[in-house]
């Protein structure tokens, strides 16, 4: 029997490749909706629950009770109540309240952490802007801290 070393016998080329990292899977359209690149396809897309978890949560809270086909009650209702927020001094307990209803029926993984307003009356009580921020929590995700911010027209 005679005695080879394994120095002597070469690699295969298919051992000098390099593995390709393969790309993570689109999960959902990115909103609003912009041109796609490389593997994306016509639209951007997300792919992390990082990026889409925030996306779906603001559609669900910008969205109102009948503009989604087939789930009337899908959104957070709000643009009325930011409509008459100047005639009524609920608004905001009735923004938060819609905001969590919503959530817990259709994003109920998302933890509401804190609600903030701002007003923007540009110089003209009859036209404003208002902001209203919501911070979350998604444990299941280690998505911790996050904040969204929504805008609304809204008259005076």
């Known amino acids: 029997m005679a005695t080879i070393s394994f120095k002597s016998s070469g690699t295969k080329v298919s051992d000098n490749r390099s593995v390709a990292t393969p790309v993570p899977l689109p999960i959902g359209i990115i909103t609003p909706m912009e041109l796609g690149e490389g593997s994306d396809g016509i639209f951007g897309m997300h792919r992390e629950l990082s990026g889409q978890i925030p996306d779906n949560l603001r559609n669900l809270i910008l969205t109102n009770h009948g503009e989604r086909l087939g789930q009337y009650d899908f959104g957070a209702n709000l643009k009325q109540l930011v409509f008459d927020y100047s005639s009524n ?68």
């Open 89 to 156: 001094p609920e608004w905001e307990s009735d923004a938060m309240s819609n905001i969590k209803t919503a959530v817990a029926k259709f994003m109920p993984f998302v933890e509401l952490e804190s609600f903030e307003t701002s007003i923007d009356t540009n110089n003209d009580p009859q036209i404003a802007t208002v902001a209203i921020t919501v911070t979350f929590n998604v444990p299941t995700a280690n998505i911790s801290n996050k904040a969204i911010r929504v805008f609304f027209e809204a008259g005076g």
